[in-house]
């Protein structure tokens, strides 16, 4: 397909859907804007909630307490304390940000399911709290909330705060789509790939995951405090764990996977629920309750059979409108990210001394030392269980120490955690391939520069970031073409055969500039002629001054390949020497081969 | 505070600490099996209080026509997954365990709410009534999703208890009930300490279950069949054991427990359709001091809760809940603290 004949559907929709919100005051009734004022709040809550548990991985059932502390406090400081809405706004935003900055750090080192457990703990002492302090009006609620101005132009009429809201919901799609494309954005959709995958790249999830966390509360609080100025009148109930699972239910009705999920999401779940109050006082007389029933009932049947929302179906029938866009020609050259100064051949760069490591009573690693100099490779090898692999995440720090040191580019490396060392110039690749499938293969490496790069969270959401951005994608692309996928830079990672998905790992590795590269098993499911490109690309990248130690199974492909080997066995160095000397050492043979030494 | 109250706050911890514990254990336990945080655990504590209000004020409970709707619900979804599957020779096996099996207790409460029949058998009637409901909702809800991720089975459990709740208000309606103590009488603890039988009876039936509890699991070759699942489901599988069933048998007997839970709190505190949502918290509260892997520490976990309550009811009875879950703030730092360098699951939702 040429340039020029690419469909520009996105844009059309994107366009359209502004003109119909812009025009739709005009056309429709008081009722419908109303409507379309709550579907505008609530789909702020679900973008929230689609950054953090449809891209992040980590959810929220206390979402709604975010915007009741917005609301409350907004709701508080302009009735009570007399100021304008719009300190309310600051007001509500710093409150509802330092709740959630708290909370995070308390709930987001925990993994799996302790997160989302504990807010539901919160979020209903939150909504308890409204409803018992004296300050907050009680069950009562604080009533005589002022309508927003605009200068002298009063925001009271819902036709009125319409646009308003909806300016703020362009603004927040904006921010995150920016973000999504950014090199935080990076980060936050690699968190579902673990933690290690982060730290590897010099990125510390926990981190990532509580600028994020803070973020959804953000865009919560801007619809608490719409809410407060909309309603004039806020009370417990609406923020309670109830409200929390519909805002939930929205971003999965519309689609985890989509930042327009949320807007759909919210617009299906408020127009059903309008519907439902319509229809089933006709039915029955118990109203209220089947609806709350028919909700819970739709949520489990969505979870049951389209996990993937409404979105998902669109993605599904069309899915070149959700594609992310090819650019149509190459950008124009940007002076590149700096470099670091690299070691000069020969003086030794890593040096492990005397490393032990412990399991219970297993040793799998038992007083093992080498140095590693610059600019050779230098092999790990030795029979299974011979603690090749212990060894290997002792050097790179995921895993802690027994006893002993290591020490990279003289300075002591033991005890750091992984992404400092990540930082200080080594890089890795994993024996079971981390890559984001859903990520192309151009976004998997530029995450790789992830530790040379800056930009924060809001700098990247405001689109501040297009000059890093530009430097951080040239260079992905240069990696790219070093290991000779350039050509395949837009396509998804996920669709590549394992063997290009190891090589594509080394390119995430090299877009961090290392000293030294550190490759677990490279070689293992590769076919014969790709073990031959791999071993080319590295003796190529060795020729360039990069380092790299690499532990592998395959000796063929070794040992044509290292300059020196260190071999294993039993958690303890047995050998080390030329590739020639150690073939030929009798005790690397009877390890191998069983016989007697 | 004099010592005096501290003794009666402690007691009264203690019989609602008991409680906790009981709900605790049904809660670990179907977790560690199921992977499941079965959130609507205190909705059934609460019907099985429900239906036995229903008994003493001499109606026919209302439960009888929830479980008879769920089983034939859990039917149909049997019968079509199974003539999706072609094996049209299981359908009557289906029927008779998914249909006539719940039918039993319904058969048994519909019997017992005729007049004279005497308290003890309706009390039991009444958990006997409840034990199908867990089970039944596991089949239609989460054994279609068994493989899905912890949150995703997280995110339904807690809709299902909205569901629940919902149903409650329908079935039971809004009004609140207590019913007749169980255990009548006093007991005097020194000098002048009166102890309710009630509670003593509370107290006792908690150790006695855990008791129970300990020796089906470390003796017997169902518990330890759970466990196996609980360790590793594949695993489970490969030497023979089902995980489907060992479920269905984790949800039986959380049921059973959630059923007595109902029946011992009634006679002490006012029970509405959704007053199980915050009992099944605090439970959750003590599960987490647990790791919502260990029965001993949610054990403890439970108690502290109990104790905790009752003291904070004390200073504010409106606040006494957000105090409740304002425990889990040491708990998480400390866990936090404790599993700084573990790696996480991932969770996928949307596929």
């Known amino acids: ?129 409204f409803g018992n302090v004296e300050a907050l009006g009680r069950h009562n609620g604080l009533s005589n909330v002022p309508a927003l101005t605009l200068g002298s132009w009063s925001l009271a009429d819902p036709r009125a705060i319409y646009y308003l809201i909806w300016v703020i919901v362009g603004l927040a799609f904006l921010f995150s789509h920016n973000l999504l494309r950014s090199r935080p954005g990076r980060a936050i959709r690699s968190l579902r790939g673990g933690a290690t995958l982060l730290a590897s790249v010099g990125a510390d999830a926990y981190r990532v995951r509580l600028s994020l966390f803070v973020t959804a509360a953000l865009f919560a609080a801007f619809a608490g405090w719409l809410y407060a100025h909309m309603n004039r009148f806020v009370s417990p109930s609406p923020f309670d764990v109830r409200a929390s699972i519909e805002y939930l239910l929205m971003a999965v009705a519309g689609g985890l996977g989509q930042l327009v999920g949320a807007l759909v999401g919210a617009a299906v779940v408020l127009m059903l629920k309008n519907g439902l109050q319509d229809v089933l006082p006709m039915l029955t007389k118990n109203a209220g309750q089947l609806e709350a029933v028919a909700f819970a009932a739709l949520f489990i049947l969505l979870l049951h059979f ?240 990069v380092t790299i130690l690499i532990v592998e199974h395959d000796m063929d492909f070794v040992m044509k390949l290292v300059d020196r080997l260190v071999v294993m066995n039993f958690g303890a160095k047995l050998v080390e020497g030329a590739p020639a000397a150690v073939r030929a050492d009798a005790r690397v043979q009877a390890a191998y081969l069983g016989g007697t030494a | 505070m004099t010592w005096d109250v501290a003794l009666i706050l402690g007691i009264d911890g203690l019989a609602n600490g008991a409680v906790y514990l009981l709900a605790g254990l049904g809660l670990v336990l179907i977790f560690s099996v199921t992977r499941v945080v079965f959130v609507p655990f205190g909705d059934i504590a609460a019907f099985a209080a429900l239906t036995l209000a229903a008994f003493e004020t001499g109606r026919v409970p209302p439960t009888i026509a929830m479980v008879g709707a769920l089983a034939v619900v859990a039917v149909a979804v049997e019968v079509t997954s199974l003539s999706r599957r072609g094996e049209f020779a299981r359908i009557p096996k289906a029927v008779l365990q998914w249909g006539a099996l719940p039918a039993v207790p319904c058969l048994l409460a519909w019997l017992a709410a005729q007049p004279g029949v005497p308290a003890a058998v309706q009390v039991a009637v009444s958990v006997l009534l409840v034990v199908p409901l867990a089970p039944l909702l596991a089949r239609i809800v989460f054994q279609p999703i068994a493989d899905a991720s912890v949150l995703v089975l997280l995110i339904v459990s807690l809709a299902l208890h909205f569901l629940l709740s919902g149903l409650g208000l329908l079935f039971f309606g809004p009004e609140g009930s207590r019913t007749q103590p169980l255990a009548t009488g006093t007991l005097m603890l020194g000098e002048g300490f009166p102890v309710s039988g009630q509670i003593i009876l509370m107290v006792a039936s908690a150790i006695v279950l855990s008791g129970l509890f300990f020796l089906v699991f470390e003796r017997t070759v169902v518990g330890k069949a759970l466990r196996a699942t609980a360790v590793n489901r594949v695993g489970a599988r490969l030497v023979g054991i089902r995980p489907a069933r060992t479920a269905l048998l984790a949800y039986g007997c959380a049921s059973l427990l959630a059923g007595l839970i109902g029946v011992l709190i009634a006679p002490v505190t006012t029970m509405y359709y959704d007053s199980g949502f915050i009992i099944g918290l605090k439970a959750f509260v003590a599960a987490i001091i647990g790791g919502l892997v260990s029965y001993p520490m949610t054990a403890l976990g439970a108690l502290a809760v109990g104790v905790v309550e009752s003291f904070a009811s004390f200073w504010s009875g409106a606040l006494k809940d957000v105090i409740v879950f304002s425990l889990l703030i040491p708990v998480l730092m400390l866990r936090s603290f404790l599993s700084a360098h573990a790696e996480e699951d991932e969770e996928e939702v949307d596929q």
């Not at chain 1, 429709?28 to 709550?38: A, K, P, Q, R, Y």
């Not at chain 1, 709040?41 to 449809?54: E, H, Q, R």
């Not at chain 1, 995440?393 to 990540?422: H, K, W, Y």
């Open chain 1, 306 to 545: 389209a996990r993937g929302g409404l979105m998902g179906f669109v993605r599904r029938w069309a899915p070149g409108l959700l594609a992310p866009a090819v650019p149509d020609a190459a950008p124009s050259a940007v002076p590149p990210l700096p470099r670091r100064q690299l070691p000069t051949p020969g003086t030794p760069i890593l040096s492990v001394q005397g490393a032990v490591k412990r399991f219970g009573g297993l040793v799998a690693v038992n007083e093992v030392s080498f140095d590693v100099n610059a600019g050779e490779i230098v092999g790990l090898i030795g029979p299974n269980g011979a603690g090749k692999s212990t060894m290997f995440n002792l050097l790179t720090c995921t895993a802690a120490m027994t006893a002993g040191r290591v020490q990279f580019l003289g300075r002591d490396i033991t005890g750091l955690p992984q992404r400092e060392v990540a930082r200080l110039g080594l890089a890795r690749t994993f024996q079971h391939v981390k890559l984001r499938p859903q990520m192309s293969l151009l976004d998997n490496v530029a995450l790789g520069a992830h530790a040379r790069t800056r930009a924060g969270l809001l700098k990247a959401g405001l689109g501040l970031d297009a000059a890093e951005e530009r430097q951080i994608f040239q260079e992905a692309q240069r990696q790219l073409a070093r290991i000779g996928l350039a050509d395949r830079a837009f396509e998804l990672a996920g669709s590549l055969p394992l063997g290009t998905q190891r090589i594509l790992e080394i390119a995430r590795a090299l877009a961090a500039d290392p000293v030294l590269l550190v490759l677990d098993e490279p070689a293992a499911g590769l076919r014969r002629k790709e073990k031959q490109a791999l071993g080319e690309l590295l003796r190529k990248l060795r020729d360039e001054g």
């Open chain 1, 1 to 129: 397909m040429s340039a020029a004949r690419r469909p520009r559907t996105p844009q059309l929709v994107i366009g359209g859907l502004a003109l119909a919100i812009a025009l739709a005051p005009l056309l429709l009734g008081s009722f419908s804007v109303s409507l379309l004022n709550d579907i505008g709040i609530g789909s702020l809550v679900a973008l929230g909630l689609v950054l953090l548990t449809g891209v992040g991985g980590a959810t929220s059932f206390g979402q709604a307490a975010f915007v009741g502390i917005a609301a409350y406090a907004t709701a508080w400081l302009t009735t009570t304390q007399g100021l304008s809405p719009w300190l309310g706004l600051l007001f509500a935003l710093l409150l509802t940000g330092v709740s959630a900055l708290l909370i995070g750090m308390l709930t987001l080192r925990l993994g799996g399911h302790f997160l989302p457990l504990s807010t539901i703990a919160w979020g209903l002492s939150i909504a308890m709290l």
